[in-house]
């Protein structure tokens, strides 16, 4: 029996840390303590962090969240067994279904109402999720790129466990997971630019610029990645999170050009510059990976920064176009070829100014009983 102790350990963050120590003689990214980024991050005093901490709690502006929620594809397993192979929708945030060699991958799942440890507290999904979670398909895998809460929801994740084949992530993420219950056979850990072979595809763990942790406890005690899906001739980057750094013209030179680039555009701020990217540099971060279709991501669903929630799509389209890039704006369960990608609508547009309607009930996670 897990004594109270354990969990308590487990839920702050003390077993993640141990691990972390534990990695440091298998990682480059390790320093003995903690993972770091290849360029250090610039120190922020207290009072810094005390100015951020207070205007993202009090004083953000109305317009970080939409009017109304945004409108979605709705999806059903019939669509999803019928589509071809080659296909990619956006189920919101940073959580993409692929349909590969008739198999299907999802990235940094995340199905539950807030983007927060608590269940009452936190940024809270301005939609739902284009298809319940009890509705989706068996899973191939689940590709995860850190562990932070908008990224890996812990109620997502167990209730994907039993009918996921494999779990590929981070060093010391795949350790969460297995505390949690995922079976340890399922889980591949991944140093950068290390690479797993499954069924012809090819995924490669490559560098970001971030951070990582799930408390006050374990900050940096697991690695973040970026993540490289090659299928033959078809080449994907997906960002998870990071900064911009000359870590992407690597990548391009290295594993590149990409047909695809799915890179975060959103919940920047001029204050966290490190961390998150400004649309410029998403545009320029898509340009040094010799990218040929730009998608952003890592909008559109949370309220997790203090810019106008429409800000980043506007953004990322208007610079894309001025540079000549092209750039896909899929609707939440929109169907995306990825041999030929579609520009998409400007949906955020369609979004009336109109009172916010209620809250709507996630279908998802609660209906798999997980509470």
């Known amino acids: 029996m897990t004594s109270i102790t354990d969990r308590i350990s487990r839920a702050l963050g003390f077993a993640a840390a141990r691990r972390g120590r534990a990695l440091s003689n298998a990682s480059p990214q390790h320093d003995g303590q903690r993972f770091r980024n290849v360029k250090p991050r610039p120190a922020e ?50 959580t993409m279904l692929f349909k590969l060699r008739g198999e299907y991958w999802l990235t940094d799942p995340v199905f539950g109402e807030r983007a927060s440890p608590f269940r009452r507290i936190g940024p809270k999904r301005f939609h739902a999720p284009p298809i319940a979670l009890h509705d989706l398909p068996p899973l191939r895998g689940v590709i995860l790129s850190h562990d932070h809460y908008d990224h890996l929801d812990r109620e997502t994740v167990l209730a994907l466990a039993a009918t996921t084949e494999v779990f590929l992530t981070t060093l010391g993420v ?14 591949r850990q991944l140093d950068w630019w290390q690479s797993v072979q499954i069924d012809g595809l090819s995924f490669t763990a490559t560098p970001a610029q971030h951070f990582s942790g799930r408390s006050l406890f374990d900050g940096n005690s697991t690695l973040w990645a970026s993540w490289v899906i090659v299928d033959d001739g078809l080449r994907v980057f997906f960002s998870g999170d990071t900064g911009y750094f000359d870590g992407f013209r690597t990548i391009g030179e290295r594993l590149g050009p990409f047909d695809v680039t799915l890179i975060e555009t959103g919940a920047y701020d001029a204050q966290w510059p490190y961390v998150h990217m400004q649309p410029e540099e998403t ?59 579609h520009r998409g609508e400007r949906w955020w547009r369609e979004v009336a100014e109109a009172p916010k309607p209620g809250s709507w009930r996630l279908c998802a996670s609660r209906a798999q009983g997980m509470d």
Do not use: C
């Not at 969240?65 to 956006?90: E, F, G, I, M």
């Not at 795949?174 to 889980?187: E, F, M, N, P, T």
């Not at 953004?315 to 890039?325: K, M, N, P, Q, Y």
């Open 45 to 94: 005093g207290l009072s810094k962090t005390l100015r951020i901490m207070w205007n993202v709690l009090l004083n953000k502006p109305r317009n970080t969240t939409p009017p109304q929620a945004p409108a979605v594809d709705t999806l059903t397993r019939a669509q999803l067994d019928a589509a071809p192979d080659r296909s990619l929708y956006r189920l919101g945030h940073s």
């Open 283 to 341: 545009v320029q971060a898509h340009v040094d990976l010799r990218g040929r279709w730009l998608v952003p991501i890592h909008n559109g669903t949370f309220d997790l920064a203090m810019h106008p929630w429409q800000e980043p799509f506007e953004r990322v389209t208007g610079l894309a176009l001025a540079r000549g890039v092209a750039v896909a704006t899929p609707r939440m369960g929109e169907r995306l070829d990825l041999d030929a990608p």
């Open 174 to 187: 795949g350790d969460r997971l297995i505390d949690w219950g995922v079976d340890a056979a399922k889980v």
